[in-house]
C-alpha cells in the first residue's frame, strides 16, 4: 500500500511540474537559448511576428472593420448631434464673415436667413461632407496594420503579463489536471507492476 501511494504522488508531481514547465516554456526563454546542438526559445516569442499577423487579420476580417468603425462612429445619434453642430458652427461663422453691406440687404438677423437657406440644403451638404471623410480618413485606416504595429512594439513581458492575466484560472486548471492525471498514471504504473 504504501507503494502504491508513492507511486501516486511520484505520477502526480511528475505531471504538475511537466505541465508548469510547458506552460513557462509557451513564454520562455523570450530570447533563443543555445544548449548543446538545439536552440530553445518559447512558443509565443519565436512566433511572435506571425501571431501579430493572424491576429490582426482575424481583428479587422472578424471584429472590428473600418466599416464597422466608421458605422460605429457615425451612427444614427451620433450623425443627427454632429449635423446639430456643424450647422451651428456654419452659421456662426457664415453670420460672422457676411460684409455689412451684404447684411443691409439681407435684414436684421443674418442668422436667420442662413439657418433657412442650410435647413432646407443642409442635408445634401452633410451628407457630401459626410462621404468626402468617408473616403479620406476612414478609406485609408488599415486596421490590420495598426493592430499589427501595436502588438509589434508590446513589449514581451507585458504581453506575457496580458495573457496570464486573461487565462490564469485556465492555466491553472492545465496544472491541477496535470497532478490528477500523473496520480492516476501512477497509481495505472502500480497495479500494473503489481499484477502483471
Known amino acids: 500500500m504504501l507503494q502504491l501511494g508513492i507511486m ?7 505531471g504538475w511540474i511537466t505541465n508548469k514547465v510547458a506552460i513557462k516554456m509557451l513564454f520562455r526563454p523570450v530570447n ?9 526559445q518559447g512558443v509565443f516569442p519565436k512566433r511572435k511576428d506571425q501571431m501579430a499577423i493572424s491576429l490582426a487579420e482575424i481583428i479587422e476580417n472578424e471584429l472590428l472593420s473600418s466599416d464597422v468603425l466608421i458605422s460605429k462612429i457615425l451612427d444614427g445619434e451620433n450623425i443627427d448631434e454632429m449635423k446639430a453642430d456643424i450647422m451651428d458652427l456654419l452659421v456662426e461663422k457664415i453670420a460672422e464673415s457676411v460684409p455689412s453691406m451684404v447684411k443691409m440687404f439681407l435684414g436684421d438677423n443674418i442668422a436667420d436667413t442662413i439657418r433657412g437657406y442650410l435647413d432646407k440644403e443642409g442635408d445634401k451638404i452633410f451628407d457630401v461632407l459626410l462621404d468626402k471623410v468617408k ?7 488599415d486596421v ?6 501595436r502588438i509589434d512594439e508590446l513589449d514581451f513581458i507585458e504581453f506575457e503579463k496580458i495573457i496570464f492575466g486573461l487565462m490564469s484560472k485556465e492555466l491553472k486548471h492545465i496544472e491541477v489536471i496535470g497532478f490528477f492525471l500523473g496520480g492516476m498514471i501512477g497509481a495505472l504504473q502500480y497495479v500494473v ?3 502483471i
Do not use: C, Y
Request: hydrophobic share 55%.
Open 193 to 195: 507492476t503489481t499484477f
Open 32 to 40: 533563443p537559448v543555445k544548449i548543446l546542438f538545439f536552440k530553445i
Open 8 to 14: 501516486i504522488i511520484i505520477g502526480a508531481l511528475i
Open 135 to 141: 473616403e479620406k480618413a476612414f478609406d485609408n485606416i
Open 144 to 149: 490590420k496594420e495598426i493592430v499589427k504595429e
